[in-house]
């Protein structure tokens, strides 16, 4: 007798996890809160809604985000498959008609003969409802029910669980200009923990400007405006006050630039991301900026003229958990064996990025099931780096969109015009030999 999985969600995650245990005969029952209630972005009764944009982001196989959708459709994805089929022109990204593609992930997953709809709020991890399975994935998304959050957050405890994004921009390390920056830390000249990026008086000034002139992301009706003292918007320092900056997270107490041999008027600073250093985020840059004025202004910054952004700062409503604390390798919750968890909630960040973790969890379940150990994907892929993040020995765990950063560093110096040819060159041979031998194969 088959063994049955029950799905919480039937977004984005909840529908790949669903379609990869379904395709190799294992049932599902698929719990979805729509359309007797509504999270305050969703509105479409439908399965694998689409809340914002309706872009799954660049299709070019040489940016990571591409090469994560290659690696999808060669693991048989349906929120793929339905991008495909309901693509819209948009140049070198994958846009699609939103109403259209949710219509087909619905209609895919009501053929499945495996898998079953039914339409409930679930209220907690030990609502009756969950009773019958065998396993439980929570795939409920950034927005999750409040009743079903707080039922999670008793098995993740309190810091265990952020209900807020404040995100700062990363920037990969080989766009940084070194002849401008100086590691150091505050007191610390030896150390090389952060990199400075020390600014004079005008820079500050203009910088400051910027900030104050750039434009803003409009909120959504239910994200609050207000914000914690102690995380508050780089841009609402600015206008608190001519020097709040440079008294605030632009401090420049305790470092010395080694060129000039003097402490610098403000320095911004960039603490790295992983151990190899490939990325650097831009400490207390949280932001509500549109992300063309991030881009814009944060080019400001002596070092960063010519930036590349692995992510863009933002602030809004993001439930998550802090993943390498409260989650197996598996995507097992540590404290409660046989609930999994998919999509934002697990940490990773962006539409594709969801539905990839939601796929991978399903793939995993059906070998499992089946008594077949199957192992993540390889580092140097982009499924492999996506899911690594989730593992991260980070004390200040944060989502994270894919990007080569995730991935080990090459091993050969190579111009940047060529560092994402020899990535995806990398990660495909990967992905072919744990393809070819067995290891991600059901
Ligand atoms: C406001 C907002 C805008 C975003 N915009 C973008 C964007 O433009 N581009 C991008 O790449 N990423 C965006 N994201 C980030 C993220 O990629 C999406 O939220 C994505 O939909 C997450 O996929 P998911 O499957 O984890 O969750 P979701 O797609 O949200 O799916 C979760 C599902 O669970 C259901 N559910 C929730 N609670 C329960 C419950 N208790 N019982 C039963 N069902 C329940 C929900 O109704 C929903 O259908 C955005 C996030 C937010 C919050």
């Known amino acids: 007798m088959p063994q049955h ?33 509504f999270s305050p972005a969703h509105t479409n009764p439908d399965l694998g809604e689409l809340v914002c944009s309706n872009s799954f982001r660049s299709d ?8 994560l959708k290659e690696e999808m459709r060669s ?9 495909d089929r309901t693509r819209i022109p948009a140049g070198k990204a994958l846009a699609v008609d939103r109403e259209r593609f ?30 019958p399975f065998e396993r439980v994935v929570f795939a409920a998304g950034p927005l999750a029910g409040e009743s079903l959050t707080r039922s999670l957050q008793q098995q993740t405890g309190e810091d265990g669980l952020s209900f807020y994004d404040a995100i700062a921009p990363i920037v990969s390390a080989d766009s940084i200009d070194q002849e401008r920056v100086f ?30 002139h750039g434009k803003q992301a409009r909120a959504r009706d239910f994200e609050s405006q207000t914000h914690f003292e102690g995380c508050l918007p780089v841009e609402v320092l600015a206008e608190r006050g001519e020097m709040t900056l440079a008294f605030g997270p632009l401090k420049p107490v ?16 960039l603490r790295a991301e992983n151990k190899e250093k490939t990325m ?7 932001t509500r900026l549109t992300h063309s004025a991030q881009k814009q202004i944060f080019r400001l910054i002596p070092g960063l003229e ?93 989502p994270m969109n894919v990007n080569f950063g995730l991935c080990p560093p090459l091993e050969v110096r190579a111009k940047k015009s060529r560092r994402k040819e020899l990535y995806v060159h990398r990660a495909r041979q990967a992905w072919q030999r744990w393809r070819e031998e067995g290891r991600g194969n059901l």
């Open 183 to 212: 590691w150091a830390s505050r007191y610390d000249p030896e150390s090389s923990d952060y990199l400075n990026c020390p600014l004079n008086k005008e820079e500050y000034e203009r910088l400051r400007q910027a900030l104050l």
């Open 254 to 269: 305790g470092l010395t630039d080694p060129r000039t041999g003097e402490r610098p008027f403000a320095v911004v600073q």
């Open 280 to 286: 650097f985020n831009l400490v207390g840059f949280q």
């Open 75 to 83: 693991l048989d994805s349906l929120i793929l498959e339905a991008a």
């Open 5 to 37: 999985t029950a799905i919480i969600g039937g977004g984005l995650a909840g529908s790949e996890a669903a379609r990869q245990l379904a395709d190799r005969n294992e049932r599902v029952t698929i719990f979805e809160m729509k359309p007797h209630r």
């Open 60 to 67: 070019d196989p040489l940016s990571a985000v591409g090469l």
């Open 306 to 398: 010519n930036a590349r952004f692995e992510r863009l700062g933002s602030m809004h409503r993001n439930t998550f958990v802090h993943a390498p604390r409260v989650l197996t390798h598996d995507l097992e919750l540590r404290k409660s064996p046989g609930v999994y968890l998919a999509g934002q909630i697990t940490g990773v960040e962006g539409y594709v990025e969801s539905a990839a973790c939601g796929l991978w969890l399903g793939l995993y379940l059906a070998g499992k099931i089946q008594g077949l150990s199957l192992d993540l994907p390889p580092r140097d892929t982009a499924l492999g780096g996506l899911l690594n993040h989730l593992q991260a020995d980070t004390k200040n765990f944060q």
């Open 102 to 131: 949710a219509g087909i992930v619905s209609e895919r997953l009501q053929e499945q003969r495996n898998v079953t709809i039914v339409r409930k709020e679930i209220l907690g991890l030990d609502d009756p409802a969950l009773t």
